[in-house]
């Protein structure tokens, strides 16, 4: 089980549990707002994007090369953005926390 | 080659050129193919605009059959970004429970009703249906207005097998008008009454505007919506271990419907003015000149897509650009999915088979390139699980 919390636009911070599925299908399914993941985690819509904090990035690792295509479309990326449909939720990403990027 | 199958014409121009020429209306258009510069043409707005004489920006181009503009599918940002902030609640109904509970019910209804017929021509008796019934569910207006737009055929602006149709699209214009009418007349909770009852910008939306909202939500889910829906049905027909397998995996559903929008492309490009000389694919492209983003070419590239002319039907990465790209990604989108998710729901739990009996295939010409898009007709024999 990892205890995730997301920090939306508006500053809301929402502390989810979970222990399967990917960060954007916790956060749709608990109406994160800014996370819509329209194309269900394909790597098509980019409309699940968060920022990962500095100290967090080895443990979620950098996104690869179909995400950055993506992500490179996005205003508001930048070398701490992830798509979070390509993030699975593990035991590793307890205590973490993500800022909605839009 | 399959029955289901749709070839990719594009290949051979997008390796060697990256673009393709075609004649419209006296307003040519050069089509981008590969799939990184569509995305890039699609969301550098500056250069390739939207914001120009209604019907200009689409191909065929429709200015000769409307004045009004489409809203908010015709403006650049930001004022494009201000309507769609506007009108995107609305356009994202689709997830909600209830919604999704009155779409699957239209769905299985029309799908028992085509078990007991047995065979079917899909467009006229299933696609077309569907697609009208279910658009009673966005604009939230009674079902029985669903019968009046199954009776204008596939595509609103077009007569069938015709070039545009200036007198069809008058009469959706009337039709709009006088729903608008009604709707200032005797408000209610339907979509045009959440229009006219909008606050854009410390306003009201005018006439006008409303009318642009609509028009582009008719016209932006017919035949796109119904070629869908119909090729979803010859593929499934010819591969029914596809059925069989939603019905043991369900959870890949979601990533079918995203692998049927990418193959099928149900609308083939959408055109661009070109602001200022500028180059595309290392290819000179004039101001006032028109482009156009080839979805369906984009969604081929094999630079992108591992075996791009077949459908993997839980393709993990799958960076299509169906629903189009960046700002003026697909509006009517959230009800689309909705539509094809359920539909491939119900058809794994209620139909066991299907054949292809006959068919006629709806090839589009753009210049050099035919592209298969969907049917004409196609009539196919269904058999209960």
Not at chain 2, 51 to 73: A, L
């Amino acid at each position: 089980m990892a205890k995730i919390t997301f920090i939306t636009q508006e500053n809301e911070r929402i502390i989810l549990d979970a222990d399967s599925g990917s960060v954007m299908e916790l956060a749709v399914a608990n109406n994160v707002d800014g996370i819509d993941g329209d194309c269900g985690g394909v790597c098509s819509c980019g409309t699940c994007h968060v920022h990962v904090y500095p100290e967090d990035m080895p443990k979620i690792g950098r996104a690869g090369k179909f995400e950055k295509d993506t992500l490179e479309f996005d205003d508001n990326a930048n070398e701490y953005s992830r798509l979070s449909c390509q993030i699975p939720i593990s035991e590793a990403l307890d205590g973490i926390e993500f800022k909605v990027a839009n | 080659m399959k029955k289901s199958e749709l070839t990719d014409p594009f290949g051979d121009s997008r390796l060697k050129k990256g673009y393709g020429q075609i004649h419209d209306q006296n307003d040519p258009v050069m089509m981008i193919l590969r799939h990184n510069d569509v995305r890039k043409s699609a969301h550098d707005y500056k250069h390739f605009s939207s914001e120009t004489i209604p019907g200009r920006i689409v191909v065929p181009s429709e200015v000769n059959i409307r004045t009004t503009r489409q809203i908010p599918f015709e403006l650049d940002p930001p004022l494009h970004g201000a309507y769609r902030t506007l009108i995107e609640p609305w356009f994202k109904r689709p997830l909600e429970p209830e919604y999704q509970n009155k779409l699957i019910a239209q769905i299985a209804t029309n799908i028992e009703a085509i078990l007991q017929e047995g065979t079917v021509e899909v467009i006229a008796d299933f696609a077309l249906p569907l697609q009208s019934r279910a658009l009673t569910l966005l604009l939230n207006t009674p079902h029985t207005e669903a019968e009046k737009w199954i009776s204008w055929g596939t595509h609103v602006f077009r007569s069938e097998g015709e070039a545009l149709d200036g007198n069809k699209a008058t009469m959706l214009y009337d039709y709009i008008d006088t729903e608008i009418d009604r709707a200032i007349e005797h408000p209610s909770d339907d979509m045009y009454s959440f229009l006219l009852d909008a606050n854009f910008e410390g306003r009201k939306l005018n006439r006008e505007e409303v009318k642009g909202v609509m028009v582009l939500t008719f016209a932006g889910g017919r035949d796109t919506v119904i070629n869908a829906v119909t090729n979803t049905i010859a593929y499934l027909a010819e591969h029914p271990e596809t059925l069989e397998r939603f019905r043991e995996e369900p959870e890949i559903i979601g990533k079918a419907v995203e692998e049927f929008i990418r193959y099928f492309s149900p609308l083939t490009q959408m055109g661009r003015i070109v602001t200022e000389d500028t180059k595309v694919c290392a290819h000179a492209a004039k101001a006032d000149s028109r482009i156009s983003l080839c979805w369906a070419s984009a969604n081929r590239d094999d630079q992108v897509f591992e075996n791009p002319n077949d459908i993997v039907i839980d393709r993990k990465m799958n960076p299509h650009v169906g629903f189009g790209f960046s700002h003026h990604n697909c509006l009517g989108a959230t009800h689309a999915r909705q539509i094809l998710k359920l539909l491939l729901k119900v058809l794994a739990d209620k139909v066991g088979s299907m054949e292809i009996l006959d068919y006629s295939e709806n090839i589009e010409e753009w210049g050099e390139f035919k592209r298969k898009v969907g049917y004409n007709h196609i009539k196919v024999k269904c058999n209960r699980r």
